[in-house]
């Protein structure tokens, strides 16, 4: 019998706004004050963090990666493959989601639709992208 | 020709929907709130492995505000376009009732009820889920399959 896959995923924020990142998508955590350049801005996610700390996520994309800003702590959180399950698009595309994380059934947190914030300039996507830089000490 | 409806209590009011829709009748299920979702599709449960939307009944039909969350049952319903889950209060069992006996709503002062059923003085509406959920479907901006 095949065992069963198992997905790991990164994940930002903190609940109940938490979103889940595939773990193979990220290219490279970098700290805030390290990295300069254009990123979506998704630190809304982590306001409920008491952890203010900043990180940048290097996902990767069609084309060239894209840079998320977050805020506070990462996880990894690994689910089976049958506990990752595909979001109806009538919920899925105003949420910019696009699977569900429900361990034994019990819906958990939302995966980020990455396919779609590649078109994120051009649509109404939730997230701003703005520019950071390089803190300076 | 006989219709058959199952009864279902939203707050203290009863209203029917066709049985033919209905998939199954479970307790009070977890659902996670969506983000920057309509209001009445708030939410996600899960049912057979697949995640289904959850539809505020109460607040479509014009009788709760935001009440989905505190319903101690889910209605498993299936519609042309997929799989919804609805939070009610109670369901009785499925009843056959006359067509004659299913007047047309006058006035129509619930939306998407269709007929009125009288009984012991109490009118009680048959919703049309069909069209309902077609329409949030249609208003959210899906394609494909809904559930």
């Given at each position: 019998m095949q065992a069963e896959r198992t997905l790991k995923f990164v994940v930002v924020g903190a609940a109940p706004e938490a979103v889940a990142i595939p773990?193979?998508?990220?290219l490279n955590v970098l700290s805030e004050r390290d990295f300069s350049g254009s990123a979506l801005d998704l630190r809304a996610l982590g306001a409920a963090s008491d952890d203010a700390s900043g990180h940048v996520l290097l996902v990767a994309g069609e084309g060239a990666p894209i840079a998320l800003r977050v805020r506070g702590g990462l996880d990894l959180l690994s689910a089976r493959e049958t506990e990752v399950l595909p979001l109806p698009p009538l919920l899925g595309r105003s949420a910019w989601m696009s699977h569900l994380i429900a361990p034994r059934g019990v819906p958990l947190l939302f995966v980020l639709d990455l396919a779609r914030l590649e078109e994120a300039h051009t649509v109404d996507c939730p997230w701003q992208a703005h520019t950071v830089e390089p803190e300076t000490r | 020709m006989d219709a058959h409806v199952l009864p279902i209590q939203l707050d203290s009011t009863w209203f029917f929907i066709e049985?033919?829709?209905?998939r199954e009748v479970l307790g009070a299920e977890p659902w996670l709130p969506i983000p920057r979702s309509r209001a009445e599709l708030p939410g996600v449960v899960v049912w057979r492995g697949r995640a289904v939307p959850l539809v505020d009944l109460g607040r479509v039909l014009g009788?709760?505000?935001?009440?989905?969350?505190?319903?101690?049952r889910t209605l498993i319903v299936r519609h042309e376009r997929g799989v919804a889950a609805l939070p009610i209060d109670a369901a009785r069992v499925v009843r056959r009732i006359p067509s004659e006996e299913l007047k047309l709503v006058q006035?129509?002062?619930?939306?998407?009820?269709t007929r009125e059923f009288e009984e012991q003085g109490e009118i009680v509406t048959l919703i049309d889920l069909e069209t309902l959920l077609s329409d949030l479907d249609r208003a959210a901006g899906a394609s494909g399959d809904a559930g």
């Open positions: 773990a193979g998508a990220v | 049985a033919r829709h209905v009788i709760a505000q935001g009440a989905a969350k505190g319903r101690p006035g129509g002062l619930i939306p998407y009820g």
